[in-house]
């Protein structure tokens, strides 16, 4: 799949997602918003940052248990 031209438009698209892998592979922004609260936002470079997973990041500031 390509992406869509709309970021280099100076456009935004709001994407609302649980799929925390699709989402890493196909955008460059995050904002992580937890029962209307927003907890995070930013690059997907420095929400990852050390390696961890996007999914890791969610479940960490929404203090959700993976198990």
Known sequence: H???VLPAAGR?????????PEVGQTVDH?????LGRLLAEGTLED????GRSLEDTCLELT???AA
């Open 30 to 34: 995050v904002v992580i918003i937890d």
């Open 12 to 20: 935004t698209v709001l994407v609302p997602s649980h799929l925390t």
């Open 2 to 4: 390509s992406r869509p």
């Open 47 to 50: 929400r990852t940052a050390g």
């Open 63 to 65: 203090g959700s248990d």
